[in-house]
């Protein structure tokens, strides 16, 4: 111990307080809030104050609310929907577009441009084309004799169809991780593999998928703990209807919080949502250490 806080002395407490106001900001726009909020959860707490601890209550309440059982339902489903779809397109898109080309960099541009696009804009652009009346898609399927498919108002097709929204604007960010990915692995290697004849599949299996694995994790980590936190789609193309089909789970936190006053009861919903993005950025990470050792 001596010996540690001796090094410390040395060599630590002028790195600590160059990193000091760091630390201080993030303790107090993170730490706080989170530490608050685990708090809030096991009060009766609303909007005008009052609170009232009633220890985990709150959480037996969520657990005995089908309301929130369908949005956990729906988040998890969206989740799966959305994040595998991710990976292996913005993989096919990096490697079919891992190219010194104009038409490749264009093409990588017209990708990424829908991802800088605010969630507003992107919303009004999709209920231009989704909307049964008089939505691109409609105005079509009338043209050629065909019903509307009322894709935001069927409660089978609302959650798939703001998954597929999602992706289109989604895709962009991990496209550009994996190029980045991609252009990291020696140029040497796959001109080894061809001296070798190796086949296309073989190299993807044996060379790239190897190489840009951090990279893969990084992105799947990345989409999980993002798409559980959908909200704008849902709440500005479907205001979480028909019947709360696409209700996911911070819509439902939103609500609770803010239609309801119920702040204590959203502070545990929102406990719970952070406890399934921490499980499902950690999967991905278990998962390549198992394939590792396999």
């Given at each position: 111990m001596t010996g540690w806080l001796g090094r410390l002395n040395r060599q630590g407490w002028p790195n600590l307080l160059f990193a000091l106001p760091f630390l201080a900001v993030y303790a107090w726009l993170l730490i706080y809030p989170l530490l608050a909020g685990m708090g809030l959860s096991l009060h009766r707490a609303n909007l005008f104050g009052g609170?009232?601890?009633?220890?985990?209550?709150?959480?037996?309440?969520?657990?005995?609310?089908a309301t929130f059982l369908q949005a956990l339902a729906n988040s998890l489903l969206f989740v799966l929907m959305c994040v595998p779809v991710l990976v292996v397109l913005a993989l096919g898109l990096a490697l079919a577009l891992n190219r010194a080309t104009r038409f490749a960099a264009f093409m990588r541009s017209a990708v990424f441009a829908s991802s800088v696009l605010s969630v507003t804009v992107m919303t009004i652009i999709w209920r231009q084309i989704l909307?049964?009346?008089?939505?691109?898609?409609?105005?079509?399927?009338?043209?050629?004799?065909l019903?509307?498919?009322p894709f935001l108002s069927d409660p089978n097709l609302a959650l798939p169809s703001l998954a597929a929204v999602t992706v289109w604007w989604?895709?962009?960010?991990?496209?550009?991780?994996?190029?980045?990915?991609?252009?990291?692995?020696?140029?040497?290697?796959?001109?080894?593999?061809?001296?070798?004849?190796?086949t296309p599949w073989t190299v993807f299996r044996q060379i790239t998928l190897p190489a840009i694995t951090p990279a893969l994790v990084l992105v799947?980590?990345?989409?999980?703990?993002?798409?559980?936190?959908?909200?704008?789609?849902?709440?500005?193309l479907t205001q979480g209807g028909p019947n709360g089909a696409s209700r996911p789970l911070v819509l439902y936190i939103y609500e609770?919080?803010?239609n309801q006053w119920d702040i204590?009861?959203?502070?545990?919903?929102?406990?719970?949502?952070?406890?399934?993005?921490?499980?499902?950025a950690f999967v991905p990470q278990l998962a390549q250490r198992l394939w590792r050792r396999a």
């Amino acid at each position: 111990m001596t010996g540690w806080l001796g090094r410390l002395n040395r060599q630590g407490w002028p790195n600590l307080l160059f990193a000091l106001p760091f630390l201080a900001v993030y303790a107090w726009l993170l730490i706080y809030p989170l530490l608050a909020g685990m708090g809030l959860s096991l009060h009766r707490a609303n909007l005008f104050g009052g609170a009232r601890f009633i220890g985990f209550e709150n959480y037996i309440r969520l657990f005995r609310d089908a309301t929130f059982l369908q949005a956990l339902a729906n988040s998890l489903l969206f989740v799966l929907m959305c994040v595998p779809v991710l990976v292996v397109l913005a993989l096919g898109l990096a490697l079919a577009l891992n190219r010194a080309t104009r038409f490749a960099a264009f093409m990588r541009s017209a990708v990424f441009a829908s991802s800088v696009l605010s969630v507003t804009v992107m919303t009004i652009i999709w209920r231009q084309i989704l909307a049964i009346d008089g939505g691109l898609l409609s105005h079509g399927a009338h043209a050629i004799g065909l019903p509307a498919v009322p894709f935001l108002s069927d409660p089978n097709l609302a959650l798939p169809s703001l998954a597929a929204v999602t992706v289109w604007w989604s895709l962009g960010l991990p496209m550009m991780l994996f190029l980045s990915a991609l252009q990291q692995v020696p140029r040497s290697v796959y001109e080894a593999a061809a001296l070798d004849r190796a086949t296309p599949w073989t190299v993807f299996r044996q060379i790239t998928l190897p190489a840009i694995t951090p990279a893969l994790v990084l992105v799947t980590a990345y989409e999980c703990a993002l798409q559980f936190q959908v909200f704008g789609q849902p709440q500005l193309l479907t205001q979480g209807g028909p019947n709360g089909a696409s209700r996911p789970l911070v819509l439902y936190i939103y609500e609770t919080g803010f239609n309801q006053w119920d702040i204590g009861y959203a502070a545990a919903a929102s406990q719970m949502l952070f406890a399934l993005i921490l499980v499902a950025a950690f999967v991905p990470q278990l998962a390549q250490r198992l394939w590792r050792r396999a």
